[in-house]
């Protein structure tokens, strides 16, 4: 046996629990309008996730360590961290049921916030889930994707993604000069265009017609119109606003995330006009302790592209990667700002290419 595995210990082991006060919040937030009378306690959520978090993370600051490669072995294949992934699921929807018997009696901006934030962060969980090969956790992946209606995200993530990435062809990679509000129309729609080419070729070089039985994203929107529907006959017709509402706050999440995982970046092309391979300088990362642990680090974006198979708990720091000056709760919010974005991160890409603009990924108007 490896002494520096047999004695090593995540310290981080406890803390990992914490990504399920997510889900939880909206608990917290009915038990407070409940005691309060007020409907000002579904705001308990959003200020949570967009401040609360945010200003922690500033407090408790980086975590740059990574586990010994003697000790991957045993994380990756402990259940404990696959449990905590798969509670996230069960909470997740009490959570969506919860908001939606409060809108019927309590409708509002912060009900609408409350579940797209969850189900937002969701995605998240989705994302760790559907890169494994089990095929139980790829199931789950699109059960927690269903709520947003953003199933076919397990088929472009996946396929499409993880191959374009840092590439002006990725529609989920953005742009040096693009503003977020120009990235959403164009992610939104990309995405779906290019899960659809991907499943559609995936069952016409198999004989079959696109339209086929184990079409993953016909199947997965199927899985969303079954649950708006059950949700729907449970609560009645005024929640379907909600629904959609809430649902395209959970992919807003999500691409505002990916906007910033990107931005800029360009992978190269080599002597044969191809990409170069991906590496640790293809993805924006940051250390911060308290939103990895909220994210299953998916603040470690550069080593996920490049080992994604590797578990939450095993994902390293890279020194050659470029860091975000503040984590993932706090750039999105300034993503939603595009002039104080683009003084924040336009430097830092231009700093990062040594002053080059022409080894960046640059917007340039017109047709994507």
Known sequence: MDVTA?????????LWPLALVVPALPFAALLLATATGSSWAWWLTPVVI?????????????????PPDEAVPALQASPYYRWITYLF???????????????????????VLTAGLVNGIAINTAHELGHKRESA?????????????????????????HVRVATPEDPASSRLGES???????????????????????????????????????????????????????????VLPFLVLQAVVGFTVLEA?????????????????????????????????????????????SD??????????????????????AGYATMLLLALFPPLWRRVMDRRVLAHYGGDLTLANVHRPGPA
């Open 6 to 14: 047999a004695v090593w210990r995540d310290p981080k082991r406890p």
């Open 50 to 66: 967009l401040g609360v978090i945010p200003a922690v993370d500033v407090l408790i600051g980086d975590d740059h360590a990574n």
């Open 89 to 111: 699921l069960p909470a997740q929807y009490a959570a969506l049921v919860v908001t939606c018997a409060a809108w019927r009696t309590h409708p509002g901006a912060g009900l």
């Open 137 to 161: 956790e790829r199931r789950l992946s699109r059960i927690a994707l269903a709520p947003t209606g953003y199933g076919h995200f397990f088929v472009e993530h996946n396929r499409g993604h």
């Open 180 to 238: 977020f509000w120009q990235f959403w129309p164009r992610t939104v729609a990309g995405s779906l265009r290019s899960a659809w080419h991907l499943e559609t070729s995936r069952h016409r070089l198999r004989g079959r017609s696109p339209w086929h039985p184990r079409n993953d994203v016909l199947t997965s929107w199927a899985m969303t119109v079954i649950l708006f529907a059950a949700l729907t006959v449970a609560f009645g017709p005024v």
């Open 257 to 301: 995330v990916n906007y910033l995982e990107h931005y800029g970046l360009l992978r190269q092309r080599n002597a044969a006009g191809r990409y170069e391979k991906v590496d640790p300088r293809h993805s924006w990362n940051s250390d911060r302790l308290t939103t990895n642990v909220f994210l299953f680090q998916l603040q470690r974006h």
């Open 304 to 325: 996920h592209h490049a080992n994604p198979l590797r578990r939450y708990q095993t994902l390293r720091s890279f020194d050659v990667s470029p860091q975000l000056p």
